[in-house]
């Protein structure tokens, strides 16, 4: 078959072909008029150059497994110079691997280090922009609508899932305080001076995580003397993050982080996708009384008086009693 043959059924362009032939991976006839004649074989090693860039190895560095395709073996990789092309590869990644993890470990220090820096103006200056008051909700935020995803969790157990909290401690959700314990769960807090995602104010219901926060501050000792014998907020960021957001925000109760979904996997719990953030959790707050979930507030607008909402709740329900769970 001609070149052009060739780069029709390999999928490849003619120059590729061309290229592949610089580096002595492709060794065609020659006719008598000079035209390259190709086979096959050469049909195979192309394949073969193709699926391998796929994977992260160039074709100058495919020498080896057409050579041992040429041979005469029936896989690429059969020949101990394939193999070590493999272990190559791999070790080029792990060094590539262990230099970005250290570029980040480095840029996510100085962006800590920068958005808990206070900012200090030249006298005289003008600031033209103020920073995101992560505090207070902008107008005109899109509401939540019920989509039923919280449906199914009225009287289920809280499983037996061990928890970090924000002090450097840790709990057991099935060994929660005897009483009622309240468990709010919300996507993410932002920090001063760290964007948030993308179109985050579009998303209906994920903005509001640290006015959330401050309601349940503001009404955490008259949710205790309503019934609540603990409150936390949870989320899947670290416990370091949220362990800032407790200092900065002064408050009174521990965060739960739960980076792995767990109780979500468990549960069902409804998350959510933003960019830079293939799963979050949807806002959405859980009354939890003697190891079972007694009521659920979801979805939950707006989060700035969330608090009130849910002392509100304790104070029209006082009676606690043990409620029934699902076997």
Request: hydrophobic fraction near 35%.
């Given at each position: 078959?001609?070149?052009?043959e060739?780069?029709?059924?390999?999928?490849?362009?003619?120059k590729?072909?061309?290229?592949?032939?610089?580096?002595g991976?492709?060794?065609?006839?020659?006719?008598?008029?000079?035209?390259?004649e190709y086979?096959?074989n050469?049909?195979?090693?192309?394949?073969?150059?193709?699926?391998?860039a796929?994977i992260?190895?160039?074709?100058?560095?495919?020498g080896?497994?057409i050579?041992c395709?040429?041979?005469?073996?029936?896989?690429?990789?059969?020949c101990?110079?394939s193999?070590?092309?493999?272990?190559?590869?791999?070790?080029?990644?792990?060094?590539?691997?262990?230099?970005?993890?250290?570029?980040r470990?480095?840029?996510?220090e100085?962006?800590?280090?920068?958005?808990t820096?206070?900012?200090?103006?030249?006298p005289?200056?003008e600031?033209?922009t103020?920073?995101?008051d992560?505090?207070t909700?902008p107008?005109g935020?899109?509401?939540?609508?019920?989509d039923?995803?919280?449906?199914?969790l009225l009287?289920?157990?809280m499983?037996?899932?061990?928890?970090?909290?924000?002090?450097?401690g840790?709990?057991?959700?099935?060994?929660l305080?005897h009483?009622?314990?309240?468990?709010y769960l919300?996507?993410?807090?932002?920090?001063p001076?760290?964007?948030?995602?993308?179109?985050?104010?579009?998303?209906?219901?994920?903005r509001?995580c640290s006015?959330?926060?401050?309601?349940f501050?503001?009404?955490?000792q008259?949710?205790?003397?309503?019934g609540?014998?603990e409150i936390?907020g949870m989320?899947?960021?670290?416990?370091?993050y949220?362990?800032?957001?407790?200092?900065?925000?002064?408050?009174?109760f521990q965060?739960l982080?739960?980076?792995?979904?767990?109780l979500?996997d468990?549960?069902?719990?409804?998350?959510?996708?933003?960019?830079?953030?293939?799963?979050?959790?949807?806002?959405l707050?859980?009354?939890?009384?003697?190891?079972?979930?007694e009521?659920?507030f979801?979805?939950?607008?707006?989060?700035?008086?969330?608090g009130?909402?849910?002392?509100?709740w304790?104070?029209a329900?006082?009676?606690?009693?043990?409620i029934?769970?699902l076997?």
């Amino acid at each position: 078959m001609k070149i052009g043959e060739l780069a029709r059924q390999a999928k490849v362009s003619v120059k590729a072909v061309r290229y592949y032939e610089q580096l002595g991976l492709l060794s065609p006839q020659r006719r008598p008029n000079g035209y390259r004649e190709y086979d096959e074989n050469d049909l195979r090693a192309v394949a073969e150059i193709r699926e391998l860039a796929q994977i992260g190895i160039p074709p100058a560095k495919a020498g080896p497994f057409i050579e041992c395709l040429d041979a005469g073996h029936i896989h690429s990789d059969e020949c101990p110079a394939s193999l070590a092309a493999y272990r190559d590869g791999i070790a080029e990644i792990d060094r590539v691997i262990a230099e970005l993890t250290h570029r980040r470990a480095v840029l996510a220090e100085k962006l800590h280090r920068g958005a808990t820096r206070p900012h200090h103006h030249p006298p005289g200056s003008e600031v033209s922009t103020m920073p995101i008051d992560f505090t207070t909700l902008p107008t005109g935020l899109p509401v939540p609508t019920d989509d039923g995803r919280a449906a199914h969790l009225l009287g289920q157990p809280m499983p037996s899932l061990t928890l970090h909290t924000s002090d450097g401690g840790s709990i057991d959700l099935s060994a929660l305080p005897h009483g009622r314990t309240i468990i709010y769960l919300y996507p993410l807090t932002g920090r001063p001076g760290m964007d948030l995602p993308e179109g985050w104010d579009s998303i209906p219901g994920a903005r509001g995580c640290s006015t959330e926060a401050c309601s349940f501050r503001d009404h955490h000792q008259e949710l205790r003397d309503a019934g609540a014998a603990e409150i936390y907020g949870m989320s899947s960021q670290s416990p370091q993050y949220q362990a800032e957001v407790v200092e900065r925000l002064h408050l009174p109760f521990q965060m739960l982080s739960d980076p792995e979904f767990s109780l979500g996997d468990t549960l069902g719990l409804p998350t959510f996708a933003a960019p830079g953030h293939p799963r979050l959790y949807s806002r959405l707050t859980l009354v939890v009384t003697d190891g079972a979930i007694e009521h659920v507030f979801y979805p939950i607008f707006p989060p700035n008086t969330h608090g009130q909402q849910v002392l509100d709740w304790l104070r029209a329900h006082p009676n606690v009693t043990r409620i029934s769970t699902l076997p």
